[in-house]
């Protein structure tokens, strides 16, 4: 059988894996538009609309990158996909369990320090070295989010906290199973995500007597956000995940956190703070001084 490999799914080199993951971060720091756009849904029907167009995205981008079915390279890869796919679920709903239970702010802190945990997972599963540039930007970053944070009020409850922290080390381990299963295809893992998250968000709709049935608009701007925003940002993360190492590749995504402000103030006209401008530039510092000094090693090496 013949496959076409679309150019954008083509081999690429570190220099792409740094624009594919920054480009993964552009695309889920749209996701807080998308809800805003969402009129009666709530968040369990929004995810399994969302993820059910994102299972059957993944399925079509699968089957023309490679013409074969995803369920074929599952069985192949193994246990990483597995545990990529279940690690992306837990991100997921550790995530959705603590923006309902605590601040936006405190989870926002704690969601950052996915860095750190796949920088000490990657070591220690993978023996993936990790650089001090990379260290100290972490650092740096997760000083920005703080101030970023600061000015903003709310209740902290440790099971939101537990919660969040829940979702980042969900997202760390798939970041580092990416990495274990590299030499591999792990698209199908993303795939398998959506459709663990199918069986669940169906299970807990049913639990709570919602509808299975959304209206036009609604479940036109779930499906879309599965496709446009989620499913083709962790297509992107997962194609640069085959050059970058793993601390990188979660200190990259945090792009999402810089850039999601913008865009609730340019289209929703939702007021930037000073905290958020400061906090955002030294974000923005740490994320190009980590590339940066990436390049400037792959010259010397």
């Known amino acids: 059988m013949i496959s076409w490999t679309p150019p954008i799914l083509a081999k690429h080199s570190h220099k792409h894996g740094l624009l594919y993951v920054f480009s993964a971060g552009l695309l889920w720091s749209t996701v807080g538009l998308g809800i805003r756009m969402i009129e009666d849904a709530v968040v369990w029907q929004i995810l399994l609309y969302r993820s059910i167009s994102m299972s059957l995205f993944l399925y079509i981008v699968i089957r023309l990158r490679s013409g074969e079915s995803p369920f074929s390279q599952i069985r192949c890869i193994g246990f990483p996909v597995a545990l990529a796919g279940f690690a992306l679920v837990a991100a997921y709903s550790g995530g959705i369990y603590a923006i309902q239970n605590t601040s936006v702010a405190n989870a926002m802190l704690l969601f950052a320090t996915a860095p750190f945990i796949a920088a000490i997972l990657g070591w220690l599963v993978l023996r993936e070295p990790v650089r001090l540039a990379t260290w100290i930007a972490i650092a740096v970053a997760l000083c920005g989010i703080l101030i970023m944070v600061s000015d903003k009020t709310g209740n902290v409850s440790m099971q939101g906290s537990l919660g969040a922290i829940g979702s980042a080390l ?6 580092v199973a990416l990495r274990w299963g590299r030499s591999g295809e792990m698209l199908p893992s993303i795939f398998l995500s959506g459709l663990f998250a199918i069986v669940i968000m169906f299970c807990i709709c ?19 956000m599965g496709v446009f925003q989620v499913g083709a940002g962790l297509i992107l993360y997962t194609l640069g995940s085959r050059s970058l190492p793993a601390a990188e590749l979660a200190l990259l995504s945090l792009a999402e956190v810089l850039l999601a402000p913008l865009w609730v103030w340019l289209f929703l006209n939702e007021t930037v703070s000073i905290n958020t401008l400061v906090g955002g530039t030294i974000l923005l510092i740490s994320i190009v001084g980590n590339a940066v000094s990436g390049k400037q090693r792959k010259r010397l090496s």
């Open 170 to 175: 969900g997202f760390a381990v798939f970041t």
């Open 206 to 224: 049913q639990f709570l007597g919602l509808s299975l049935v959304l209206d036009l608009h609604d479940g036109g701007v779930a499906m879309g």
